[in-house]
């Protein structure tokens, strides 16, 4: 009873503050994506993503060591691919000498102990830029999860540790699983995207990668059919348990800042290592509102992020990464 407890006393100053602060943030928390083009010397800055850049394969050498060097140790990759390797079938994603093979390689060979997860879905290697097959207007469930099992098998065989599958077709966690098992790469984990949601906060991802959907007649211009109605929470569950029935070893909510309260019930309600991905979007806010002199951007930085621990992540998925480590340390 006031005034026999006074909160304010907690709070005097950073001493205490530090004292009885609930949460940490520190370089373990951190899955940092990675975007990687063809080419040589190639290091190109996102327009909608300001400072951040897309490698080639000898300039994303020095950035993995540079992450190392930070106490960063996993990273999460994707891919540009070409125009002309694109098609429905993503045949280009199961060439052992592709892009994301070669890049998953690159990155053992600089780094060996860094722990590297590879981008599953279609969607970079899509002429449609879906993340699954595309027949008579629909996205084919079925023949789409036999491919993902073949491109997780083809990144497990180039030295992937996981596959991250963010693709949202049905059971293609268990399909994955199978081909993995079924293939010796026992060891192999996966970190499935498992409630993920429709979102317009993935506007400059799909920028980075020319990966949005296209816009043609008979061709969905969203990806609602796979992806969650951002209306809805219990079906986050639902996904959530049949991908850790399936075999996920990581499970992920993504959005992020605007989901947290999805976060933190998957945290409550499943024992596996939860993942939040601070996508495109919320980058793009913070660095443009920063720019315009509106936001401190450190702060906001720090602020959102341990918004991701106080709800309960136990890994963040963030571009915000470097800079967030660079801060704290
Ligand atoms: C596609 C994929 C997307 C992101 C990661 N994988 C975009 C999408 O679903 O359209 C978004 C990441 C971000 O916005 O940072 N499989």
Known sequence: MYPLRRNRRLRQNEAIRSLVRENYITPNDFLVPLFVVEGKGVKEEI?????????????????????WSLG?????????????????????????NGLMQRAVKTVKNVCPDMLVMTDVALDPYSVYGHD??????????????????????SHA???????????????????IRE?????????????????????AFYGPFRDALDSAPVDLVDIPKDKKTYQMDFANRHEALRET?????????????????????????????????VAVYQVSGEYAMIKAAAEKGWLDHDQVMLESTMAFKRAGADIIASYFAKDVVKLIS
């Open 47 to 67: 327009a909608s993503m300001p400072n951040y850049f897309r490698y080639s394969l000898d300039l994303l050498e020095g950035e993995v060591k540079q992450l």
């Open 72 to 96: 960063l140790k996993s990273v999460l990759l994707f891919v540009k691919v070409p125009d002309n390797l694109k098609d429905n079938k993503g045949t280009e994603a199961l060439n052992p």
């Open 132 to 153: 699954g097959i595309v027949e008579q207007g629909m996205i084919i469930n079925d023949d789409t999860a036999d491919v993902l099992a073949e491109m997780s098998l």
């Open 157 to 175: 065989e180039a030295g992937a540790d996981f596959v991250a599958p963010s693709d949202m077709m049905d059971g293609r966690i268990m399909t």
């Open 179 to 199: 081909a993995l098992e079924d293939n010796g790469f026992t060891d192999t984990g996966i970190m499935s995207y498992s409630a993920k949601y429709a979102s």
């Open 241 to 273: 348990e049949m991908d850790v029935d399936e075999g996920a070893d990581i499970v992920m909510v993504k959005p992020g800042i605007a989901y947290l309260d999805i976060v933190r019930e998957v945290k409550n309600e499943f024992d596996v290592p």
